[in-house]
């Protein structure tokens, strides 16, 4: 988030939650006990994370294992080795799109990837999105334009990835 916050995305939400921590709160959104005051005059109010979409640049067509990789000298460098993020690359690469379990099968996923794509597409920040998808997720990332390259050579978290690749980024399905 440090080296490439402008291509990562949540989607935030608040609640009240008194200094000894709402417990409704906490048990429907985990992240409430470590949610930040809001900028208000509601010091009471936490804001509070329920969706991300962090993502890294990448020369690579398919996010590669040394796409996912944090360099050692990543606050002093700014990638131009072949590990971690790439200021230079051309292809944006999702590494996590996630609801918290409370909140999904509401559209946040959805609602997210498009204003993802879309803040792509206006920054002109890359020519391609890719991503690892789990074999049931492949048909929901077809939905916004990805499409399915085939078993991933990656093994990131034990492998078994589908790549998956968006190119056309001015054409939002």
């Known amino acids: ?3 490439c916050g402008e291509i990562c995305l949540g989607l935030f939400t608040s609640a009240y939650a008194d200094d000894h921590h709402d417990a409704a709160v906490d048990d429907v959104v985990p992240t409430a006990a470590a949610a ?13 994370l329920l969706a991300h979409c962090v993502a890294t640049k990448s020369a690579n067509e398919t996010v590669l294992d040394e796409d996912m990789t944090v360099p050692q000298d990543w606050e002093k460098s700014r990638s131009s ?20 379990p409370a909140y999904q099968g509401r559209g946040l996923g959805s609602t997210l990837m498009k204003a993802f794509i879309q803040r792509i597409e206006q920054s002109q920040a890359a020519d391609r999105i890719a991503l690892l998808a789990h074999g049931e997720m492949v048909d929901f990332y077809r939905i916004f334009g990805f499409v399915n390259k085939g078993p ?7 492998g078994g990835w589908v790549d998956m690749v968006r190119r056309d980024l001015h054409c939002l399905t």
């Not at 005051?37 to 509601?42: A, F, G, K, Y």
């Not at 991933?152 to 034990?158: L, M, N, P």
């Open 36 to 48: 930040m005051p809001v900028t208000t005059e509601e010091p009471h109010r936490k804001l509070i």
């Open 1 to 3: 988030m440090t080296r």
């Open 152 to 158: 991933s050579k990656a093994q990131f978290g034990g």
């Open 81 to 100: 080795n072949n590990a971690g993020h790439n200021d230079a690359g051309r292809t944006v690469c999702i590494h996590s799109l996630a609801v918290l």
